[in-house]
């Protein structure tokens, strides 16, 4: 669009140009001041003063010369008469004014330098001693497994021939397990574990209260000991002797750090 509205502005600049010119005719009422930079054809200046003395010896009626411009006869153009003669300039297109108001030009804020700060120094080495480290262990790693490729290989063959190895071992264990499975003896134990007896009180919240484990079974028991072997009950409780110490350090403790 802005183009386009160029390229019509400068045609129709040139043409008024033109009909100016067409329409000004190059007449002076008297000879260019000498001051003024003309440049003349000696030839054309000598017919020219023949053509005056002519007329001035018929006296027919008063002399008025003619200078039409050419292209060794530069000659200016002036509107009124004056001491100093301004030469005409073409007058400035005014068709910017006219296509301004028809399509205006969007409004665009001006351009302002932003304001100087002093530049700081960035360390960049650091990062970039770290981005070349990882690079080199990368490429040190893909060589060495290139290099060692059927050793990675070997290694993992065996670490799944071990894990088949488990658990065959382990599926063996569960057929012993199956194998050496007694009903009648479970049977057993769980009519033992029925007859047993316990009380049906209930906590504050309305839940039954279930019996304890050591109801069921002992200490030894639950950790597996030998039945020639006994766990001491009262093993880390004090004596009779230390009780005294031990409750006079618990009061201290209470003075000096839980009491404010």
């Given at each position: ?11 129709l ?5 033109s009909a ?6 190059p007449?002076?009422s ?8 003309v ?5 054309h200046?000598?017919s020219?003063?023949?053509v005056?003395k002519?007329?001035?010896?018929g006296?027919?009626r ?5 200078e ?23 007058p ?6 006219i ?6 030009l ?23 001693i770290?981005?070349r480290?990882k ?12 290099r ?20 065959l ?11 050496a499975f007694?009903?009648q ?5 769980t ?9 049906e009180?209930l906590s504050?919240s ?10 069921f079974?002992?200490l ?5 000991v ?6 001491d009950?009262?093993?880390g ?5 230390d ?18």
């Amino acid at each position: 669009m802005n183009r386009s509205v160029a390229e019509l502005t400068r045609r129709l600049a040139r043409f008024s140009l033109s009909a100016q010119r067409q329409r000004t005719i190059p007449l002076s009422s008297s000879f260019p001041p000498s001051s003024s930079s003309v440049h003349k054809d000696p030839a054309h200046l000598s017919s020219f003063s023949s053509v005056v003395k002519s007329n001035a010896a018929g006296n027919d009626r008063p002399t008025q010369s003619f200078e039409l411009p050419g292209l060794t006869n530069p000659a200016r153009i002036y509107t009124f008469p004056m001491f100093e003669r301004p030469a005409i300039v073409d007058p400035a297109p005014f068709l910017n004014q006219i296509l301004e108001k028809m399509d205006p030009l969007p409004e665009t804020a001006p351009l302002k330098a932003p304001p100087y700060s002093t530049s700081v120094a960035i360390q960049l080495m650091p990062r970039l001693i770290t981005i070349r480290r990882k690079k080199m262990k990368k490429h040190k790693r893909r060589k060495r497994y290139d290099r060692d490729f059927f050793k990675y290989q070997k290694y993992h063959r065996e670490k799944k021939l071990r894990a088949e190895r488990e658990f065959l071992q382990r599926m063996k264990g569960h057929l012993a397990e199956l194998a050496a499975f007694n009903p009648q003896k479970y049977v057993d134990n769980t009519i033992n574990m029925a007859k047993k007896e316990w009380s049906e009180e209930l906590s504050p919240s309305g839940r039954k209260i279930y019996p304890h484990w050591s109801r069921f079974m002992t200490l030894e028991e639950l950790y597996g000991v030998e039945k020639n072997d006994y766990i001491d009950k009262k093993a880390g409780l004090p004596a009779e002797e230390d009780k005294a110490k031990v409750a006079k350090l618990k009061e201290q403790y209470e003075n000096l750090y839980r009491k404010a």
